[in-house]
Protein backbone atom coordinates (compact mmCIF):
# COMPACT_ATOMS: atom_id res chain seq x y z
CA UNK A 1 0.00 0.00 0.00
CA UNK A 2 1.46 3.93 -0.51
CA UNK A 3 2.31 5.59 1.68
CA UNK A 4 0.10 8.26 1.10
CA UNK A 5 -2.99 6.08 0.28
CA UNK A 6 -2.02 4.95 4.17
CA UNK A 7 -1.86 8.28 5.46
CA UNK A 8 -4.85 9.18 3.90
CA UNK A 9 -6.82 6.57 5.35
CA UNK A 10 -4.90 7.13 9.04
CA UNK A 11 -6.75 11.13 8.50
CA UNK A 12 -10.20 9.75 7.98
CA UNK A 13 -9.71 6.88 10.66
CA UNK A 14 -8.29 9.76 13.24
CA UNK A 15 -11.47 11.91 12.76
CA UNK A 16 -13.62 8.92 13.52
CA UNK A 17 -11.24 7.96 16.56
CA UNK A 18 -9.62 4.93 15.16
CA UNK A 19 -6.09 5.76 14.14
CA UNK A 20 -4.45 3.42 15.38
CA UNK A 21 -6.75 0.43 15.07
CA UNK A 22 -7.12 1.04 11.33
CA UNK A 23 -3.12 1.78 11.11
CA UNK A 24 -2.45 -1.86 12.41
CA UNK A 25 -5.06 -3.19 10.18
CA UNK A 26 -3.98 -1.72 7.12
CA UNK A 27 -0.39 -2.58 7.10
CA UNK A 28 -1.13 -6.39 8.51
CA UNK A 29 -3.29 -6.66 5.10
CA UNK A 30 -0.69 -4.67 3.26
CA UNK A 31 2.13 -7.69 4.60
CA UNK A 32 3.54 -5.56 7.24
CA UNK A 33 5.10 -6.75 10.78
CA UNK A 34 6.12 -4.10 12.32
CA UNK A 35 2.92 -2.95 13.96
CA UNK A 36 1.94 -4.89 16.75
CA UNK A 37 -2.11 -5.27 17.60
CA UNK A 38 -2.46 -3.80 21.30
CA UNK A 39 -4.83 -2.27 23.55
CA UNK A 40 -2.88 0.12 25.90
CA UNK A 41 -2.99 3.71 24.21
CA UNK A 42 -6.67 4.86 23.34
CA UNK A 43 -7.40 6.08 20.21
CA UNK A 44 -7.00 9.70 20.89
CA UNK A 45 -10.07 11.49 20.53
CA UNK A 46 -8.94 15.04 20.78
CA UNK A 47 -5.41 15.02 19.16
CA UNK A 48 -5.17 17.59 16.44
CA UNK A 49 -3.93 15.90 12.83
CA UNK A 50 -0.58 17.96 12.01
CA UNK A 51 -1.26 20.56 9.13
CA UNK A 52 1.12 20.00 6.71
CA UNK A 53 3.69 23.09 6.12
CA UNK A 54 6.84 23.25 3.58
CA UNK A 55 10.00 21.66 5.39
CA UNK A 56 11.68 24.36 8.13
CA UNK A 57 8.41 26.05 8.52
CA UNK A 58 7.06 23.74 11.32
CA UNK A 59 7.95 25.63 14.32
CA UNK A 60 7.08 29.37 12.92
CA UNK A 61 3.82 27.80 11.67
CA UNK A 62 3.05 26.86 15.33
CA UNK A 63 4.31 29.89 16.27
CA UNK A 64 2.17 31.90 14.44
CA UNK A 65 -0.39 30.06 15.52
CA UNK A 66 0.20 30.44 19.15
CA UNK A 67 0.25 34.07 19.00
CA UNK A 68 -3.52 34.79 18.77
CA UNK A 69 -3.76 33.44 22.57
CA UNK A 70 -1.69 34.16 26.02
CA UNK A 71 -2.24 30.43 26.77
CA UNK A 72 -0.18 29.38 24.10
CA UNK A 73 2.80 28.23 23.18
CA UNK A 74 5.31 26.38 20.80
CA UNK A 75 6.83 23.35 20.73
CA UNK A 76 8.65 21.00 18.66
CA UNK A 77 8.67 17.29 19.08
CA UNK A 78 11.75 14.96 19.20
CA UNK A 79 11.62 11.24 19.16
CA UNK A 80 8.67 8.30 17.95
CA UNK A 81 6.62 8.19 20.95
CA UNK A 82 3.86 9.55 19.06
CA UNK A 83 4.52 7.72 16.19
CA UNK A 84 2.30 7.55 13.41
CA UNK A 85 0.43 11.01 14.62
CA UNK A 86 3.06 13.03 15.51
CA UNK A 87 6.88 12.09 14.24
CA UNK A 88 10.04 13.75 15.05
CA UNK A 89 10.21 17.24 14.04
CA UNK A 90 6.49 17.90 14.48
CA UNK A 91 5.69 21.44 15.89
CA UNK A 92 2.94 21.39 18.37
CA UNK A 93 0.56 24.13 20.27
CA UNK A 94 -0.13 23.70 23.63
CA UNK A 95 -2.52 25.45 25.14
CA UNK A 96 -2.37 25.72 29.55
CA UNK A 97 -5.44 24.91 31.03
CA UNK A 98 -7.03 23.18 33.66
CA UNK A 99 -6.66 20.11 35.26
CA UNK A 100 -9.41 19.16 36.16
CA UNK A 101 -10.89 19.42 32.41
CA UNK A 102 -8.74 16.60 31.44
CA UNK A 103 -10.23 13.21 30.03
CA UNK A 104 -9.10 10.00 28.46
CA UNK A 105 -7.76 9.94 24.98
CA UNK A 106 -6.39 13.64 25.08
CA UNK A 107 -3.44 14.42 23.90
CA UNK A 108 -1.43 16.41 26.40
CA UNK A 109 1.50 17.81 27.60
CA UNK A 110 3.57 17.56 30.94
CA UNK A 111 7.49 18.37 32.45
CA UNK A 112 9.20 15.71 33.32
CA UNK A 113 11.02 15.27 36.47
CA UNK A 114 14.21 15.75 34.29
CA UNK A 115 13.17 18.95 32.84
CA UNK A 116 12.05 17.65 29.52
CA UNK A 117 8.69 18.26 27.99
CA UNK A 118 6.89 15.10 27.16
CA UNK A 119 3.96 15.01 24.54
CA UNK A 120 1.66 11.89 25.15
CA UNK A 121 -1.96 10.40 25.44
CA UNK A 122 -4.00 10.11 28.54
CA UNK A 123 -4.99 6.39 29.15
CA UNK A 124 -7.07 6.79 32.70
CA UNK A 125 -7.42 8.37 35.84
CA UNK A 126 -5.18 6.95 38.70
CA UNK A 127 -5.25 7.84 42.90
CA UNK A 128 -2.40 9.74 42.63
CA UNK A 129 -2.67 11.60 38.84
CA UNK A 130 -3.23 10.60 34.54
CA UNK A 131 -1.40 7.50 33.24
CA UNK A 132 -0.01 8.30 29.98
CA UNK A 133 1.57 6.51 27.48
CA UNK A 134 2.81 7.70 23.57
CA UNK A 135 1.02 6.11 20.57
CA UNK A 136 4.34 3.87 20.12
CA UNK A 137 4.41 2.65 23.71
CA UNK A 138 4.28 -1.05 24.72
CA UNK A 139 3.13 0.38 28.50
CA UNK A 140 2.72 3.75 30.24
CA UNK A 141 4.55 5.89 31.10
CA UNK A 142 6.42 5.71 35.25
CA UNK A 143 5.71 8.99 35.28
CA UNK A 144 1.97 10.31 36.51
CA UNK A 145 0.59 13.25 34.72
CA UNK A 146 -0.12 15.23 38.06
CA UNK A 147 -1.42 18.91 38.67
CA UNK A 148 2.49 19.74 39.79
CA UNK A 149 3.46 18.92 35.83
CA UNK A 150 0.53 18.96 34.16
CA UNK A 151 1.62 21.94 31.21
CA UNK A 152 -1.57 21.46 28.61
CA UNK A 153 -3.11 20.19 25.72
CA UNK A 154 -2.27 19.74 22.18
CA UNK A 155 -4.47 22.19 20.09
CA UNK A 156 -2.40 21.97 16.80
CA UNK A 157 0.17 20.40 15.21
CA UNK A 158 2.74 21.25 11.90
CA UNK A 159 4.63 18.85 10.38
CA UNK A 160 7.02 19.17 7.34
CA UNK A 161 5.25 17.56 4.06
CA UNK A 162 9.05 16.25 3.94
CA UNK A 163 11.12 14.60 6.57
CA UNK A 164 13.30 16.81 8.21
CA UNK A 165 16.18 16.48 10.60
CA UNK A 166 17.03 18.45 13.63
CA UNK A 167 18.81 20.61 11.73
CA UNK A 168 15.85 22.04 10.42
CA UNK A 169 14.69 22.86 13.38
CA UNK A 170 16.20 26.41 13.97
CA UNK A 171 18.30 27.83 17.20
CA UNK A 172 16.90 27.50 20.78
CA UNK A 173 13.90 25.67 19.88
CA UNK A 174 12.21 24.15 22.96
CA UNK A 175 11.29 20.28 22.35
CA UNK A 176 8.68 17.90 23.56
CA UNK A 177 10.39 14.18 24.26
CA UNK A 178 13.34 14.66 26.26
CA UNK A 179 16.80 15.09 25.61
Given at each position: MEIAA????????????????????????AGCATVAPRALVLPPTSAPLPQPVAPGGELAAAESAAAGDRRDFALIGAGGSMEPLYRSGTAIV?????????????AVVYRHPHGHYVAHVLIAPTAGGWL????????????LVTRANF????????????PVGPAGWGPGARTAGGP
Open positions: VLSSLRRLAAAGWALAGLAAMLAGVRETGFRSLRPGQAAGLAAKEPDRVVGVIRAAFAATA
